[in-house]
């Protein structure tokens, strides 16, 4: 998003650093569901018989070898499309999430390994999905979460997989990723030339930032996008109703708490900061996923910021659209009210237990703490 000047000071009042929050979260598991759902619908099923998932036990820390504990790294592999023997191989490199079957049946690089005979492979990141221990979560084990084991994880795999499918030099291998995923695909490369040919690396962050307000310029700038359904009147309206959001925040929270339906009134400034979160997620996860969302485009949403038409006579002012985002976020996500109890979401990051191999924000939390930053707080006029 995009702020004036004057707002700049009360949101670095209000706003801790954070990285994106969970509702951008929840909103990526709800656009992977509904891949997953489309690809089992509209795939032959006899492309899902050519998946095969394989695990391979990786040492849980590559830089010491006094340390034989390992776990198990998952990943697919499809070789319909494979030119034996001396096709291409490429590798779609997971990242803060899990992995799954439609990896290897879905997507740009599936369309190209079809054009190029290339045998297809999908790997997780190490403590996502299932490739992490029972007690990977303990803040002990964390301490082998890092990119750098990713990155030789990456590289064992490599040497397995030349092992299981007798491949050579001539098979060439082009790594594919987008976002945290994407500088991996880039850093791998980079680390190991010998083992990478080519990498694809969308959208990818390579360089660590502790302030990432970047990416609230970004936001910005598609929110003025005209061919995305943006307009300078909508980045206006969206500037306007965060700074009206945060005026009335302070003058009277309770209002605001009833105005979003929070589910608790904030109690203090780190449940207002979740509040102005989870209302930034909104925009923010709208225009990460656009048309992929579940939620609505960036068309649907500047069409809520901007609309002229009488339908819209009650919500005049761009705060009262930006209530009417949040109504539409709730009743699509099935949420009766928007929780902003910071102690909550802290005691979710603090549970050390592998519930669900969705889980993955202690885990992008840690990452992100240890060395990358990332922190999506605004300070741009
Ligand atoms: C704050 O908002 C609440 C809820 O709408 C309202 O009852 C209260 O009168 C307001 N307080 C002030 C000082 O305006
Ligand atoms: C404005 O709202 C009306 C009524 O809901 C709707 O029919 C129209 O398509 C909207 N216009 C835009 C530009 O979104």
Redesign the pocket.
């Known amino acids: 998003m995009v702020f004036s000047k004057a707002q700049c000071l009360v949101l670095l009042l209000l706003w801790n650093f954070t990285d994106a929050g969970r509702i951008v979260m929840k909103m990526k598991q709800r656009v992977r569901d509904v891949q997953l759902q489309r690809a089992k619908q509209h795939l032959l099923t006899a492309a899902l018989q050519h998946v095969k998932e394989g695990r391979i036990h990786q040492q849980l820390d590559h830089f010491n070898r006094q340390d034989a504990k390992t776990f198990p790294q998952r990943f697919f592999v499809n070789e319909a499309f494979w030119q034996r023997p001396d096709g291409p191989v490429f590798l779609f490199i997971g990242g803060e999430g899990p992995v799954y079957e439609i990896d290897v049946l879905a997507g740009h690089h599936v369309d190209m390994a079809a054009e190029h005979g290339a045998l297809l492979l999908a790997v997780e990141h190490r403590f996502y999905g299932e490739s992490i221990n029972a007690d990977g979560l303990k803040t002990e084990n964390l301490a082998h979460l890092s990119s750098q084991q990713a990155l030789t994880d990456l590289a064992v795999l490599h040497q397995y997989i030349v092992q299981s499918f007798s491949l050579s030099r001539r098979n060439i291998w082009i790594s594919f990723g987008g976002s945290y995923s994407g500088a991996l695909s880039a850093w791998f490369r980079g680390k190991f030339p010998h083992l990478v040919f080519g990498a694809v690396a969308s959208s990818a962050p390579v360089k660590a930032q502790l302030d990432f307000s970047a990416y609230s310029d970004a936001v910005g700038l598609s929110l003025m996008n005209e061919a995305v359904g943006g307009s300078e009147k909508c980045v206006s309206a969206v500037r306007e109703a965060f700074g009206a959001a945060e005026a009335l925040m302070i003058?009277?929270v309770?209002?605001v708490a009833?105005d979003f339906r929070c589910c608790q009134t904030p109690k203090d400034h780190q449940d207002q900061v979740e509040l102005m979160q989870s209302l930034a997620d909104i925009v923010m996860g709208t225009v990460q996923y656009n048309e992929e969302s579940v939620l609505m485009s960036i068309s649907d949403l500047c069409g809520v910021m901007t609309n002229q038409s009488a339908a819209y006579e009650e919500e005049r002012e761009p705060y009262q659209r930006l209530v009417k985002l949040s109504q539409i976020y709730r009743s699509s996500s099935e949420e009766p009210c928007l929780d902003v109890s910071h102690e909550k979401t802290a005691k979710d990051l603090m549970d050390t237990t592998v519930q669900s191999e969705r889980r993955a924000e202690r885990q992008w939390t840690y990452q992100t703490c240890t060395e990358f930053g990332f922190c999506t707080a605004r300070t741009h006029t």
């Open positions: 003058r009277n309770s209002q009833k």
